[in-house]
Nanobody, 126 residues
């Protein structure tokens, strides 16, 4: 059974930092894209960042460029999201996702991702 387990969420003041982790088990995703999405109350889930299998390509939501960094450790089957200069509008549940298709692509659409974590809450106070 494939599982993605996020950790690292919490409450932080504006301007602070958090690092989210997502550990995968049940299969390896070392040849697959992995990504992060978020969903704020009353809003649709939105793409945040994605990374291809060998970290040679990344994509970001415009509003997080320069503040968030996605990276991965294939030996640990884990993807991370380093979030700096956090803003109240970053408050959301953050979800890790893994694409079941091997390749060089970096999809930003949620439908491209087959596997999802349960989410971790990030709250940024002003």
């Amino acid at each position: 059974q494939v599982q993605l387990v996020e950790s690292g969420g919490g409450l932080v003041q504006a301007g602070g930092s958090l690092r989210l982790s997502c550990a995968a088990s049940g299969r390896t995703f070392s040849s697959n894209p992995m990504g992060w999405f978020r969903q704020a109350p009353g809003k649709e889930r939105e793409f945040v960042a994605t990374i291809n299998w060998n970290s040679s390509s990344r994509r970001y939501l415009d509003s997080v460029k320069g503040r968030f960094t996605i990276y991965r450790d294939n030996a640990k089957n884990t993807v991370y999201l380093q979030m700096n200069s956090l803003r109240p509008e970053d408050t959301a549940v953050y979800f890790c996702a893994a694409d079941g298709t091997v390749g060089w692509h970096v999809p930003d659409q949620s439908v491209a991702y087959e596997y999802w974590g349960q989410g971790t809450q990030v709250t940024v106070s002003s």
